[in-house]
């Protein structure tokens, strides 16, 4: 089973700002890594698939990277809209698939 | 345009059976071109991937923690997706998601499409 690990939980960021947020597997699962923004009340939406491919209609300052167990998303200069909760998800070994336990991106 | 709508009851009592349907509408539950899955988030933590199915071939596929207790199917007729989860407690009060995962080749692709999700609270 893999398992994803994600840094830091909180993260607190000034508007304007960038932030930096990570995502580790336990084991290598290629580019096969999504990322994930919920805000309160919402369901999860789909922001990068195959580790840096932006899902449609996802603003250009969200930028993925990485592959095989270490991967990050980039959100340059954060708009207020921006503050959210944050989940990576991996689906190589899928199903099961796994979900990473958030990343808080505060004021 | 694609929506999901989770229904069921929000209120389900300790031991009994949690039945809850996803109507799928913009898309069809038998085509070839995705998966349909199941996940829940308990208040105020992470998401827990519950279930998959592949109705046009019927393949299932169940998370390990939830395997004896969980069952997804299709019903093609009213194009919904439907979860039942077993002898309840507590721990299984959360909110459920369907959600869409398409069928790619080559590559894979991870759940696109989320509905709005359905909380369910065990309780007596």
């Known amino acids: 089973e893999v398992v994803m690990t994600q840094s830091p939980a909180t993260l607190s960021v000034s508007p304007g700002e960038r932030a930096t947020l990570s995502c580790r597997a336990s084991q290598s699962i290629g580019s096969n890594l999504a990322w994930y923004q919920q805000k309160p009340g919402q369901a999860p939406r789909l922001l990068v698939y195959?580790?840096?491919t932006r899902a449609t209609g996802i603003p250009a300052r969200f930028s993925g990277s990485g592959s095989g167990t270490e991967f990050t998303l980039i959100i340059s200069s954060l708009q207020s809209e921006d503050f959210a909760l944050y989940y990576c998800q991996q689906y190589n070994h899928s199903p099961p698939t796994a979900f990473g336990q958030g990343t808080q991106v505060e004021i | 345009q694609l929506q999901l709508q989770e229904s069921g009851p929000g209120l389900v009592k300790p031991s009994e059976t949690l039945s809850l349907t996803c109507t799928v509408s913009?898309?069809?539950?038998?085509?070839?071109?995705?998966?349909w899955g199941w996940i829940r988030q308990p208040p105020g933590k992470g998401l827990e991937w519950i279930a998959t199915?592949?109705?046009?071939?019927?393949?299932?596929y169940y998370s390990p923690s939830l395997k004896s207790r969980v069952t997804i199917s299709v019903d093609t007729s009213k194009n919904q997706i439907s979860l039942k989860l077993t002898s309840v407690t507590a721990a299984d009060t959360a909110v459920y998601y369907c959600a869409r995962r398409p069928l790619v080749t080559p590559g894979l692709r991870p759940f696109d499409y989320w509905g709005q999700g359905t909380l369910v609270t065990v309780s007596s």
């Open positions: 195959g580790a840096s």
């Open positions: 199915i592949y109705s046009y071939t019927g393949n299932t």
């Open positions: 913009g898309s069809s539950v038998r085509s070839d071109d995705y998966y």
